[in-house]
């Protein structure tokens, strides 16, 4: 997110950013628009200009560490001193530069931010939903016979907003967090029909056969982390299913993604979140 | 489903909200239910492993939902659930969990919590149980607090 009050500064940076990976998910033109779409959009970086019309950039970057105090914030102003830097640094700014700020020093920067964060979303990604990936697919061609491709994206929505059927499946351990199973209710019905090979009449059969088969896609992905990884031990807790439309769950405080098997009856997905921090 | 298993959860949520800043609250009844329970509007679900298994949901109107967050943050007002007021409530729902989770392993038995799967929404109905699990109104300063548990010993 870009807070700067000038449209010229926020278009050259919105520029600049566009030559990279970042991408900008909002600009605020003084300290309420800030709060307001930090709140709304949860960026994972925020540059910020010292003047603003309403507030300083040290107290609106107080304001925003106030509603998330993990908030990574640049300083870009035309003044740099030890004053500034000193007073930025105990309002939770976390790196400042001067403008004009070159391209590369900005990227530099905000990998450096980032690196954590990336890091470990690289780590949960390779460990632990790439593992759901292959779980899913071995499942679904052992209980229907079928050969899906599969892919595992970053999940970065604040809700999972389901209309049909959500399996919630608690997972425990280290690290800890949920798998939701979820796929509407015509893709539901076509996978328990081809999964007991037979015409369902009964929706709540159906319901059955999808909690089953849940359960089977994340006991197998549990089972094959903890066969790597052993001496965290994850558990898996008995399945919660939710159906109906409109169904909104939150991602808060959770590292998600989702993964999708894509057959010709529509895709049958697995949001899995694992907790913030260790 | 074992009915000493259920005070510790009653024990836990009556201990917590005191120390969130609310007044003691009361057992309205308990009822065994079957299989589904609908929506009230904000719906959080906690998983027990290790050697109890199962879930626990603390369903309640969004109205409650605001209540509670809002005395949770000083009187601040909600007057939307917006997400702070959903992370007030996921956050509620772990401190009961890991209370009652405290209380069970007094009892001897070792459990583990999941984290707290918060669902908004009122067309949707929830299933936590193959059979009959038992639902325990809790009155909170006039605003009703449902807690559904389905657990059992895992052997």
């Known amino acids: ?278 | 489903m074992d009915a000493k298993l259920v005070n510790p959860f009653i024990e836990a949520f009556v201990a917590v909200m005191p120390m969130l800043g609310f007044q003691p609250p009361t057992k309205k009844n308990m009822v065994v239910k079957n299989k589904y329970a609908m929506s009230r509007g904000v719906v959080v679900m906690v998983g027990f492993t290790k050697q109890l298994r199962g879930n626990v949901v603390y369903n309640m109107e969004d109205e409650t939902a605001r209540f509670i967050a809002s005395t949770m943050m000083m009187g601040m007002p909600v007057p939307e659930f917006d997400a702070m007021a959903q992370s007030a409530i996921s956050e509620l729902s772990n401190m009961l969990s890991a209370n009652a989770a405290t209380n069970l392993t007094q009892m001897g038995l070792d459990v583990d919590i999941s984290t707290p799967n918060l669902t908004i929404g009122e067309g949707f109905s929830v299933k936590i149980s193959e059979s009959q699990y038992l639902v325990i109104d809790m009155d909170l300063q006039g605003h009703s607090v449902e807690i559904a548990i389905s657990v059992d010993r895992n052997f």
């Open chain 1, 1 to 278: 997110m870009i807070v700067d009050d000038s449209k010229v500064s926020r278009t050259m940076l919105a520029n600049n950013l566009a030559k990279t990976n970042f991408e900008v998910v909002a600009m605020a033109k003084d300290a309420a628009e800030a709060r307001s779409l930090y709140e709304e959009h949860s960026p994972d970086l925020v540059t910020m200009d010292m003047n603003l019309p309403d507030a300083d950039g040290i107290e609106c970057s107080r304001r925003i560490c106030a509603i998330d105090p993990g908030a990574k914030i640049v300083m870009i102003s035309a003044m740099k001193d030890a004053g500034l830097i000193e007073q930025g640094k105990s309002a939770g700014i976390s790196a400042f530069l001067q403008k004009p700020v070159s391209t590369n020093d900005l990227i530099d920067t905000l990998m450096l931010l980032c690196q954590e964060k990336i890091s470990r979303i690289a780590m949960l990604r390779e460990s632990y939903a790439k593992p759901f990936a292959a779980a899913l697919k071995q499942g679904i061609l052992d209980l229907i016979g079928i050969q899906v491709d599969t892919k595992v994206e970053l999940y970065e929505k604040k809700y999972l907003e389901v209309n049909g059927i959500a399996i919630i499946i608690g997972l425990t351990g280290t690290p800890n967090g949920r798998a939701i199973v979820y796929m509407t209710g015509d893709t539901m019905k076509t996978f328990a029909e081809k999964m007991l090979n037979e015409k369902l009449e009964d929706e709540e059969e159906a319901h059955e056969a999808a909690e089953e088969a849940a359960n089977i896609f994340i006991g197998h992905s549990v089972s094959s982390i903890n066969g790597i990884i052993t001496n965290k031990e994850m558990r898996i807790t008995p399945p919660g299913t939710f159906f109906g439309s409109g169904v909104k769950m939150t991602t808060q405080k959770l590292v998600t993604f989702k993964i999708t098997a894509m057959t010709d009856f529509g895709d049958i997905c697995i949001n899995v979140g694992f907790a913030e921090g260790d």
